[in-house]
C-alpha cells in the first residue's frame, strides 16, 4: 500500500481541472487566490484544518499539503511564464518594423532668392564696417522728399511715380528716408546700410514691379571725399560680382547728392565685349551714387562744414537678376516653386 505521502491530495486534480481552461493573467490571478490565498485559499483551509488531525497523522497530512502547495505554486508559475512569453511574441509580431520600406520625404524650405542675394549683400557690407539699418515703409512727405531735397514740383514726387496713401502717407520711393531717420538720431561718423522694400507706380512688365527692393548705403565723417566713395563701391561690388569686375562713374542727378553719379559695372556676361543684355556696350547700370547735398545735412542738423558723406542705393532685384540671369523680374515674385527650387 502507498503511504499517503506519495499520494497526491485530491485537491490537485481540482486544481487542474481549473487550470485547463485558463487563457490570461487575471484568471490565473483569481485561480492562485481560490487556492492559495491565506483567508480563503482550499490549500490554505486544508492547512489550517491539520490542527484538527492527531500528531501522526497531522505530519502524514501536513507532508502532502505542502507537497500540493508546491505544485500548485510550480503550475501557476509555469502557465504565467507561458503568458508571459505569449504576450511577448505578440507584442514582437505586432511592433515589428520594415526596415526595408522606403523613409518619408520632408521637403525643405530654402531663402528666396531675393533674400540670398540681400542677406550676401549685408554680409559683405558688414564685413566692410558697416551697420544694418532699417526704416519704416510707410513715409511722410518730408523723409521721402523734403529732407532729401527733393523740391515740391520735383517729377519724382509725381502721382505717377508715387503711392500715396490718406492723411499725406506715402509708400517709400526710395531707401534713401532711412538716411534722414538715422542722421536725425546718431551723429557721425556714420556708416549703416539700410536694406528693404520699396514701391513705385510702375505697371507690371519685365523690368517693372510696383514693389521691389533697394539697398541704400551712407558714410559721414570729417574729411570724407569722392575717391572714398569710389573706393568703397568699387570694393563692394568686385565682392559681389567678381574680383575682375571694373567700374565706371557717369555724372548724374540726385537732388540730395552733389556731385552725383550713375555707377556701371562690365558687364558680367560678356566682360565688356558687349552682348544682348548690356545692348553691346560692355557696361550695366547698377546705382546710383553720390557725396551728400550739403541741404540734407543742413536739414539734420549736422555741421555740413564740418562733416562730409556719400551715399548710394541699388536694387537688390536687379543684382539678382544679374546674378542669377534671370531676365523677367516677375519671376521672383510669382513664387513657382519650378523656378525657386532652382536656388
Ligand atoms: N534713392 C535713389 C533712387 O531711388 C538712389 C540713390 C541713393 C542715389 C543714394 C544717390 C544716392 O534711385
Known sequence: MKSSQDEVHPLWDDFCRDLEPVSGSGELTALKDKYLSRSRGLVSLELRNLKALSPQNRSEAGRQLNALKARVQAALSKRQAEFKEREHRLQLETEQIDVT???????????????????????????????????????????????????????????QDTLY???????????????????????PPLRIVVPGRVYRRDATDATHSPMFHQMEGLVVDEGITLADLKGTLEVFLKELFSADTRVRFRPSYFPFVEPGAEVDISCIFCAGEGCRVCKGSGWIEIMGAGMVHPRVFQMVGYDSEKYTGFAWGMGIDRIAQLKHQVDDLRLFFENDLRFLRQF
Do not use: C
Open 165 to 187: 496713401l490718406a492723411n499725406k502717407l506715402l509708400l517709400r520711393t526710395h531707401t534713401s528716408p532711412v538716411q534722414i531717420r538715422t542722421m536725425e538720431k546718431q551723429d
Open 101 to 159: 520600406l522606403p523613409g518619408y520625404h520632408f521637403v525643405q524650405g530654402g531663402l528666396h532668392p531675393l533674400r540670398q542675394v540681400w542677406r550676401e549683400m549685408e554680409e559683405i557690407s558688414v564685413r566692410m564696417g558697416f551697420t544694418v539699418m532699417s526704416g519704416p515703409e510707410v513715409e511722410s512727405d518730408y523723409y521721402n522728399f523734403e529732407a532729401l531735397n527733393i523740391p515740391t514740383g520735383h517729377p519724382a514726387r509725381d502721382d
